[in-house]
């Protein structure tokens, strides 16, 4: 069984809920190392799969010693004791994530889809430079990527990215960003718009992540809400700080620090185009509630 003051912390969220923020905050919090979306080494063991999610029996004997090495070495390479990973796919990998660290801990970062996607739609529209290998910053990813992949897993990553260049040159597909959902590959042949695709990928991330965190014990996760922060930093900031063991008093410092340095105010992200969302789909809805939102609020 996994130390539990080495056992890595899981922050969590959909596309563009800040998860990458606060993952930032709480690495800086203990002196740790923030790895930012290893979606490599996720998939371990489950990379030939069409639909991104994983369940304990995924973390096999051979799985759990491939990860345990590979988190070894980059712990050793960053002469960090402890890692902090954020990735939107950890979501949907939570019950094979603690079979492999039964002592790991979750911060589930949520967002309302409104101002979520106001950030991560302008970055999204062009992900040609992600299979881009005349780019030296494509080289040095799949360099680093390649670090992170089985031996007997190699296959799947040589015959998707193949399959990326060979659909984008034929049929004009824009490469798939993101968790996918069941039903993806229809809506990337049907070309579907950019917010139905995140509204979608918004949706299965929370729902999964939620199914498999309340089956779990309560002390090893915590939930906060993106748009709580810049309005109560202190209260979200002493919930992150009571599950990842670290003080409250040191998150909020660094917090502050880093929101005078970025501007991140959740509330200024906030977007009324996107309010439809949430207004026309009954699923939306019924997620934000279990999410802890209040639906008659108008603010962000």
């Known amino acids: 069984m996994a130390d539990i003051e080495n056992s890595p912390i899981f922050v969590i969220g959909a596309n563009g809920s800040g998860k990458t923020t606060i993952a930032r905050i709480i690495a800086r919090a203990g ?5 930012e979306e290893p979606n490599v080494l996720l998939r371990t063991g489950h990379a030939y799969r069409h639909i991104d999610f994983a369940k304990a029996v995924d973390a096999k004997p051979w799985v759990k010693r491939f990860w345990q090495h590979t988190v070894a070495a980059k712990m050793k390479e960053s002469s960090h004791s402890r890692v902090v990973i954020d ?19 979750f911060v589930l970062v949520v967002r309302k889809p409104n101002s979520a996607f106001h ?10 430079w992600v299979y881009d290998v005349s780019r030296k910053e494509t080289r040095h990813r799949i360099i680093a990527q390649i670090q992170q992949i089985s ?21 004009g597909y824009k490469p798939w960003f993101g968790p996918r959902y069941p039903g993806w590959e229809i809506d990337q042949r049907s070309q579907r718009s950019e917010v139905d695709i995140r509204l979608k990928q918004w949706k299965y991330v929370y729902n999964m992540a939620l199914e498999s965190l309340e089956s779990t014990k309560q002390t090893s996760w915590c939930m906060i809400r993106a748009e709580e922060l810049p309005v109560s930093p202190g209260q979200v900031l002493e919930v992150v700080g009571h599950r990842c063991d670290l003080r409250a008093e040191k998150l909020l410092s660094i917090y502050q620090a880093v929101a005078a340095k970025q501007a991140w105010s959740v509330c200024k992200e906030y977007s009324e185009d996107l309010d439809h969302l949430a207004r026309d789909d009954r699923s939306v809805q019924e997620l934000l509630v279990r999410l802890g939102y209040s639906l008659s609020s108008d603010s962000c």
């Open 119 to 128: 950030i991560r739609l302008p970055t999204t529209q062009n992900t040609d």
């Open 87 to 105: 990735s939107p796919f950890s979501a949907l990998y939570v019950p094979y994530l603690l079979s492999i660290y039964p002592d790991a801990r």
């Open 151 to 171: 031996l007997r897993e190699y296959p799947a990553y040589f015959l998707k990215f193949f399959s990326i260049r060979t659909q984008k040159r034929i049929f």
């Open 31 to 35: 002196g740790w190392y923030h790895w």
